[in-house]
């Protein structure tokens, strides 16, 4: 059974994806069936969920000058153009 293997973040999102597709193609709205929900909170009890580790500005800038453009160019060339295109964005 999934519900063994899977952390309760991962129950919650299926069930919210299962609520949304469900609630489209056969017009049922899931989360009436408290039984259910009662069991993704007793799964939840005692979860702490991690933190993802963000990289500070320094680092980033670090990676820029020194990291090759052999094999990082994809890597370096793609902030510049996610932060071109927002820039773009805000003021059209």
């Known amino acids: ?3 063994k293997i ?4 991962t129950l919650w999102q299926t069930y919210l994806k299962l609520k949304s597709i469900i609630m489209v193609n056969n017009n049922v709205d899931i989360s009436r069936y408290s ?3 009662a069991y993704l909170k007793n799964k939840s009890v005692g979860y702490k969920s991690m933190k993802s580790r963000t990289f500070a500005r320094e680092e980033i800038y670090k990676f820029l000058l020194q990291a090759t453009d052999d094999h990082y160019l994809m890597h370096k ?3 510049h153009s996610l932060s071109a295109r927002a ?3 805000s003021y059209s």
């Open 6 to 9: 899977w952390k309760s973040s």
């Open 1 to 3: 059974m999934k519900s």
């Open 87 to 89: 820039v773009k964005l």
């Open 35 to 37: 039984k259910l929900i």
């Open 77 to 79: 060339e793609l902030p």
